[in-house]
């Protein structure tokens, strides 16, 4: 089994220099790998089925986000944002929109609070299940993914009702939603919260004992939590390591604290822990949407985004017939609303770690400078130190624990 | 909200680092400095070491570009104290003639990446980085594209008329 | 009786024990209804396509049930995602490695022209590197839409000469892409 190594070890070209008599075989896990989830390289040399040293490049995906964000205004960039974590991605607009609130100092009623809190306990459950599913398919058992894609085409069927699309969602506006969510969706949201805790359970049935998974997967890639906050991880896998750091509780964003779940925390910080704590998480999420669900019934409905007219469109009808609404209308899209000329850090728990954003504003219609921290980015320079000593197949594993998604990792 | 507050934060650097700091703000309750990067080195090593303020979670490293200024690349570096709940913003302001800072790979390896995703995009040279090279972008790459003068498309692209996109 | 739905066979001549019609037709329905995807999945248009595959939309039942990750064994790219001008020779080296007869699709706004990343890193279209047969329009396009052009794909297959990829006009083409 691997021994974890916790040296510095660069991650840079080795295999050149301690090689003397061209004993090692490189092997290329190219960008283009059924087993690597993403467009991303490593070199690894080998000394037979064991991985002596890696080098990973990244970049294949590159697209340029946050140079692309300093040309759009802030409304557009929410459909930059989707495509960063495509797995949840409306974690990711939730998270702008609300770096922008906090930036405006709008004030957001509770009740949008608790559907962005359903919203982004959906898409939390999506994510995992991608990388559960997968994860399963990577050690060999494909029947698992099969049954969670289909709970996760029922979770489209809501983002579909809510905004229209089902993967890059452009979910919500700055102040709120853009429009209520109706009795149908609420519908597909009861009957998700019924239909998925079967379906989870005879999933954790198949995996969670299952002599071959646990052999499969347990004490692979196990990490110290000295070592994991060393390389800045963030997520849960830095809390299958054993340390309980989760934004929703450390920085309650979105009326948070008002509800009442429990944070997993894992022990070895290998394969299997984060597994577990990944169905755990999903759980806890199922939890917290029906916590929402209730809170919900004792609010006044109708209210879906906050009274801030200078930032947040008027509905058409008053567009057209009104000359305030007509006003506030231009000012928005072309970018006369005064800003605060400042700069702020907004973080949210994202599927895979604290997802940031760092927006520095000179009050004009696009932002001076926007970086994202990206979490998959993040979590992944320590793949290739880690995975010296290991076998390849446990390497694979991994790495699909890591839930490294590409459109996260290069930006 | 945090077990420490941003005052004395500052009172305890003051101690320490004497005029080596700049007119600290607060925007959104998150304490911003300014420092030289002759200092940043020592200031990043007392902030994570001291057991008080336990500053050991790096959460990024970024820049920003501002080409009127005389110090016009500006390297941002965002810490946590998780023991503590409280979070920090340190910045420096270097020239673009001369980008040299030193590095943080010795106190966080996880600056590692971080600070290879700065020079790929600024070309700010990290003194003491094991392995400063492109990591984003295309290796042959001789320009670093997010600085301000360099165009958002592709520069090579020829069938975007000017006169449908109204330039 | 079940419901299943068999291949209608082409126009010929039938008689006790034997069938004859022309030998494009026979293999152009064979090909088109066993074609093997190499499934290039980069970014988001990827995720739309497990969807495909996955049990609610059943993109096997077409006939590929055998996606496969070999350029040498697979008969159609179906490049889903952005390219990245980093990753543009590695999806020409696929390209190279496939064996004839072959067929692209591009899925994707980003496969088809770059996207809404109109940037210094993006490339503006596969077709710039290879050879398209079918491009798919969305962002992401719904898992119909992936089987639509699918089916398109099918309907070119199965109409497709035998001696197309022997022509000088096919090795023009390639020559336009620099691929010999």
Redesign the interface.
């Given at each position: 089994m691997s021994n974890f190594i916790t040296e510095i070890t660069p991650n840079r070209p080795v295999y050149t220099d301690n090689d003397p008599q061209g004993d090692f075989m490189t092997l290329n896990l190219g960008p283009t790998h059924p087993a690597t989830h993403g467009v991303f390289q490593n070199v690894l040399q080998m000394d037979g089925e064991r991985i002596v040293s890696g080098v990973s490049t990244i970049g294949y995906i590159h697209r340029a986000f946050e140079k692309i964000a300093e040309h759009r205004p802030f409304y557009q960039i929410t459909t930059l944002t989707d495509r960063m974590n495509y797995c949840s991605s409306p974690i990711n607009n939730m998270g702008w929109h609300m770096t922008v609130e906090k930036l405006l100092g709008v004030e957001m009623p509770k009740r949008v609070d608790y559907l962005r809190v359903i919203v982004m306990e959906l898409s939390r459950i999506t994510d995992h299940l991608i990388c559960n599913g997968i994860l399963g398919v990577d050690t060999g058992a494909f029947t698992g993914f099969l049954y969670l894609m289909e709970e996760r085409e029922h979770i489209y069927e809501i983002f579909e009702e809510i905004c229209g699309a089902r993967l890059t969602t452009n979910i919500g506006r700055i102040g709120g939603f853009e429009r209520d969510f109706n009795d149908i969706a609420f519908a597909k949201i009861n009957k998700f919260l019924e239909k998925f805790p079967p379906i989870l359970k005879e999933f954790e049935a198949l995996f969670n004992r299952n002599r071959i998974f646990i052999e499969r997967t347990s004490g692979v890639g196990a990490v110290d939590p000295e070592t994991a906050l060393n390389y800045s991880w963030s997520g849960p896998i830095l809390r299958a390591t054993g340390v309980d750091y989760d934004v929703r509780v450390n920085e309650p964003y979105s009326s948070y604290q008002d509800f009442d779940f429990e944070i997993p925390v894992g022990t070895k910080g290998d394969v299997y822990d984060r597994f577990i704590l990944r169905n755990e998480e999903m759980w806890q999420s199922l939890r917290i949407i029906e916590q929402a669900m209730e809170k919900l019934k004792k609010e006044p409905k109708g209210i879906f985004h906050a009274d801030v007219p200078e930032f947040y469109l008027p509905p058409k009808e008053q567009v057209y017939n009104n000359m305030e609404a007509l006003i506030y209308h231009f000012k928005i899209v072309m970018g006369e609303v005064d800003t605060p000329k400042t700069e702020v850090y907004h973080a949210v728990e994202g599927g895979n770690g604290e997802l940031g954003f760092y927006l520095v504003n000179d009050g004009g219609r696009t932002p001076y400078r926007l970086h994202f921290r990206r979490p998959s980015f993040i979590n992944y320079q320590m793949y290739a130190p880690m995975s010296r000593g290991m076998l390849l197949s446990d390497a694979i594993i991994n790495m699909s624990s890591l839930n490294v998604i590409a459109g996260e990792l290069d930006a | 909200m945090g077990k420490i507050s941003n005052q004395h934060i500052i009172d305890q650097l003051t101690v320490n680092f004497p005029e080596q700091f700049s007119a600290p703000t607060e925007p959104f309750g998150l304490l911003t400095l300014e420092t030289t990067a002759v200092t940043i080195n020592a200031l990043l090593t007392y902030l994570k070491n001291d057991k008080e303020l336990s500053f050991n979670y790096l959460t990024d490293i970024t820049a920003v570009h501002y080409p009127e200024q005389e110090n016009a690349l500006g390297v941002v570096y965002h810490l946590h104290s998780l023991t503590n709940n409280v979070r920090i913003r340190v910045k420096v302001f270097i020239p673009v003639s001369n980008p040299t800072i030193p590095t943080a790979t010795e106190l966080w390896n996880g600056a590692n990446w971080m600070e290879r995703e700065t020079f790929d995009f600024y070309g700010i040279q990290f003194i003491g980085h094991p392995d400063l090279r492109r990591i984003l972008n295309v290796d042959d790459m001789t320009v670093f594209p997010m600085r301000k003068e360099f165009a958002l498309e592709d520069p090579n692209r020829v069938d975007k008329k000017d006169f449908f996109f109204g330039r | 009786m079940s419901d299943i739905n068999l291949v209608e066979a082409p126009a010929g001549v039938e008689g006790s024990g034997f069938f004859a019609t022309s030998l494009e037709k026979v293999i152009g329905m064979a090909r088109a209804n066993s074609l093997w995807p190499l499934p290039?999945a980069?970014?988001?248009c990827g995720?739309?396509f497990?969807?495909t595959m996955?049990?609610?939309y059943d993109f096997s039942r077409f006939g590929s049930e055998r996606p496969s990750?070999s350029p040498r064994q697979a008969d159609l790219l179906m490049v889903m995602?952005?390219i990245?001008?980093?990753?543009a020779p590695?999806l020409k080296q696929?390209y190279i490695q496939m064996a004839e007869p072959r067929w692209v699709i591009a899925v994707g706004a980003c496969a088809s022209s770059g996207g809404?990343?109109?940037?210094?890193?993006?490339l503006?279209g596969i077709d710039e590197i290879i050879p398209v047969d079918v491009y798919v329009p969305g962002?992401?396009p719904?898992p119909e839409a992936i089987i639509n052009g699918f089916n398109k794909i099918q309907d070119l297959v199965r109409s497709e000469s035998l001696r197309r990829r022997d022509s000088p006009e096919y090795s023009e083409l390639l020559a336009k892409y620099g691929i010999q």
């Open positions: - | - | 290039f980069t970014s988001c995720i739309e497990m969807a996955g049990s609610h990750f995602g952005t990245a001008k980093k990753m590695v696929v809404i990343f109109d940037t210094y890193s993006v503006q962002c992401p719904r």
